[in-house]
């Protein structure tokens, strides 16, 4: 009788059948990671920075090729007299070059970089933490990338026109080339971590912090903080130039709405983040 008893199946998950077995339930990994002293952690992060130097040092060989082409690409969108960027102190015309060569050759390398990191803290985290930043990792480099393709080429030479012509009567328009390629970097990386957003909501709609419902009811208030990122990546007040960042950022955004529609999690974080559709 207590064998009988025994195999009856009582509670929810003892009564469940096996074609009833929910996709969470059937495809959950053990949450676990690896555990390293602190001794291997140091000897890892030096093995790591090693080949990230190494990685650096051979992309630095394309950058030293490719600097001196880009930099007139860079003076000529910035309008100098000459297509020739100022330089007023006798050593800063030969740190720049290579600062952009090592700009240029940690841009070629960043794969690379980006698989030493990820090799770096990959044994600090779960199974479900390690699928989901392979998963993510193209995404990541992808975006990254658009933004800082549509700011060298689109967003930054409409700025430096705009700049280059004001107060064209009063003011002489010659900044010096450390001024350029810092305003250059600045702008890049602002715009290619803003174009981070669709990654951003993807993954948290995939842990399912939130959802489409909950998206498309922000999409008001994501248009004005829309505008208010623009207004700060934009370096000039023109509405032209700001509606050039504003318009891809909101185009991103309904991107990000449309991933999260297709690639709802299987049981979410919140039980009111579910959609109703």
Do not use: C
Not at 28 to 47: D, G, Y
């Amino acid at each position: 009788m207590a064998s009988i008893i025994d195999r009856v199946p009582f509670g929810p998950k003892r009564g469940r059948l096996d074609n009833q077995v929910s996709d969470e339930d059937r495809y959950q990994e053990p949450e676990s990671f690896a555990e390293m002293t602190l001794q291997e952690h140091l000897e890892e992060l030096r093995k790591r920075l090693m080949w990230s130097s190494l990685a650096i040092l051979a992309a630095l060989v394309f950058g030293l090729y490719f600097t001196f082409p880009v930099l007139h690409i860079i003076a000529e969108q910035a309008r100098v007299p000459e297509e020739q960027l100022q330089v007023i102190s006798p050593t800063e015309g030969f740190t720049t070059f290579f600062k952009v060569a090592i700009y240029i050759a940690v841009a070629i390398a960043m794969p690379v970089l980006i698989y030493q990191l990820m090799a770096f803290v990959a044994p600090g985290l779960t199974n479900r933490e390690k699928r989901y930043v392979y998963m993510f990792l193209p995404m990541v480099m992808l975006f990254f990338v658009g933004g800082v393709l549509f700011s060298f080429f689109v967003l930054v030479p409409r700025a430096l026109d705009f700049l280059s012509g004001f107060g064209s009567g009063v003011f002489e328009w010659n900044p010096r080339a450390e001024e350029i390629i810092s305003f250059y970097l600045r702008l890049m990386l602002g715009v290619g971590i803003a174009f981070e957003m669709p990654v951003i909501i993807l993954l948290l709609s995939k842990i399912g912090v939130v959802s489409t419902k909950r998206l498309s009811s922000f999409r008001k208030y994501a248009f004005l903080l829309v505008i208010v990122a623009a207004a700060i990546i934009t370096p000039t007040p023109d509405p032209f130039n700001m509606m050039l960042v504003a318009i891809p950022l909101y185009i991103l955004y309904e991107l990000g709405v449309l991933f999260s529609r297709f690639f709802r999690p299987a049981q979410p974080r919140f039980p009111e983040s579910v959609d109703e559709d």
